[in-house]
């Protein structure tokens, strides 16, 4: 409910918006929950680790190409 929240705030100046992407996510959280059920902890630890450092590369790579 907290991360809806979060989710739904990024879009709160259209709550039609706001609601649909909250589901959106919603349902891709009941997604990877389904597919990794079987997931030992530390693959998960190490997959998440690499796809923070990922979306971390790509957003300075982003932010150095705008400016």
Partial sequence: M???GWVYLFFASSPVLGVAAS???FGFVIFVDN???RLKWQAALKSAWIV???LGFGN???LSLLR
């Fill in 2 to 4: 907290f991360l809806l």
């Fill in 23 to 25: 589901l959106l996510v």
């Fill in 35 to 37: 597919v990794f059920a």
């Fill in 52 to 54: 923070a450092a990922v």
């Fill in 60 to 62: 300075i790579l982003v």
